[in-house]
């Protein structure tokens, strides 16, 4: 399995990152599929997920500035984040959960985000 994360970079605050996780091995659309993210000095953290029967669910602190959401004929995850704030740097995750096995999760490598204000 391989889950790669593209997309990130600088962006001024206000601005807009889409992320992109291609997957292999498995198929984003058996999977809750899931970004999360890691600042400095914190612990990783949800940022969003969507399960195989399409349920997405958000964190409070980016409510309303994103959007998650795969492509099934390309086997990819994507987040639309806008209206991005400092507080938004961080390396963001790709993950995938198996529904059957709840315990069983990978990870990508992970893209960062620097958000400059």
């Known amino acids: 399995v391989q889950l790669v994360e593209s997309g990130g970079g600088l962006v001024q605050g206000g601005g807009s990152l889409r992320l992109s996780c291609a997957a292999s091995?498995?198929?984003?659309?058996?999977?809750?599929m899931g970004w999360y993210r890691q600042a400095p000095g914190k612990e990783r953290e949800l940022v969003a997920v969507?399960?195989?029967?399409?349920?997405?669910h958000y964190a409070d602190s980016m409510k309303g500035r994103l959007t998650i959401s795969r492509d099934n004929a390309k086997n990819t995850l994507y987040l639309q984040m806008n209206s991005l704030k400092s507080e938004d740097t961080a390396m963001y995750y790709c993950?995938?959960?198996?529904?059957?096995?709840?315990?069983?999760?990978?990870w990508g490598q992970g893209t960062q985000v620097t958000v400059s204000s």
């Open positions: 993950a995938a959960r198996d529904e059957v096995i709840a315990t069983l999760w990978y």
């Open positions: 091995g498995l198929t984003v659309s058996s999977y809750t």
């Open positions: 969507i399960s195989s029967g399409g349920t997405t």
